[in-house]
């Protein structure tokens, strides 16, 4: 069955280095999303992607945040400069056909900024 | 804005009784429902969603959900838990406006011999 598959699985940064996540979404599928999961908070959407553009955002997907899908499979998400608080499990989720509402997620990255 | 509440943090019930996880929300004109699970060290796996149709959806582990739009619920329900059942739950909406999803706070389901 095919999956979403997100690299790396874990990262520790220092405050201030840029980071790139990786996320590899289904082959199908037509949008890309991610989303954060703070430690013991609720999962929040940051940004969805469709047509080489960023469809929608949210308030936290600030400059610092930038989104690329550099070639056929790879759908990825810097941070510029990372902060404390960016400290946080971020996942990448892909859905399908214009108008499919299902997102199927991937294991996640869980980020450590010290 | 559309928002999703999980009224219970962490449910804790014996293994092999029933189970009923809450989910409430915010009023819209059209809304697709969803439960994600999580479990320990994992990501998100959909467990089930309700799209259109018939208001009663099942997933292929014996979960069940009914959208209930009167009462703008999507509650979770099995009747007959396993140990293995222990996770996370997310009830996650999305309306027709967008396409992405707002999440709950999650219900921690802790199943005990």
């Known amino acids: 069955e095919p999956e979403v598959t997100q690299t790396p699985s874990h990262q520790v940064t220092q405050m201030g280095q840029e980071v790139i996540l990786r996320c590899v979404p289904i082959?199908?599928?037509?949008?890309f999303y991610w989303y954060r999961q703070i430690l013991g908070q609720k999962v929040e959407f940051l940004v969805s992607?469709?047509?080489?553009?960023?469809?929608?955002k949210s308030e936290i997907f600030d400059d610092q945040f930038s989104v690329e899908r550099p070639d056929g499979s790879n759908f990825t998400l810097k941070i510029r400069s990372t902060k404390l608080e960016d400290s946080a499990m971020y996942f990448c989720?892909?859905?399908?056909?214009?108008?499919?509402?299902?997102?199927?997620f991937g294991p996640g990255t869980r980020l450590l900024v010290l | 804005a559309q928002s999703v509440t999980q009224l219970d943090s962490q449910v804790p019930v014996f293994e092999e009784a029933p189970v009923e996880l809450r989910c409430n929300y915010s009023?819209?004109?059209?809304?697709?429902l969803f439960w994600y699970v999580q479990y320990p060290n994992q990501g998100l796996q959909l467990l089930l969603k309700?799209?259109?149709?018939?208001?009663l959806v099942e997933s292929i582990n014996g979960f069940e959900a009914e959208f209930n739009k009167s009462q703008t619920s999507f509650h979770l329900r099995k009747p007959s838990v396993h140990i293995s059942d222990t996770a996370e739950y997310f009830c996650?909406?999305?309306?027709?406006?967008?396409?992405?999803?707002?999440f709950g706070s999650g219900t921690r389901l802790l199943v005990r011999p």
């Open positions: 989720a892909s859905s399908g056909l214009a108008g499919e509402k299902t997102q199927y």
């Open positions: 082959s199908n599928h037509l949008y």
């Open positions: 992607f469709y047509n080489n553009e960023i469809s929608e």
């Open positions: 009023s819209s004109v059209s809304v697709y």
């Open positions: 309700y799209l259109s149709g018939s208001t």
């Open positions: 996650a909406v999305s309306d027709g406006s967008s396409y992405k999803l707002i």
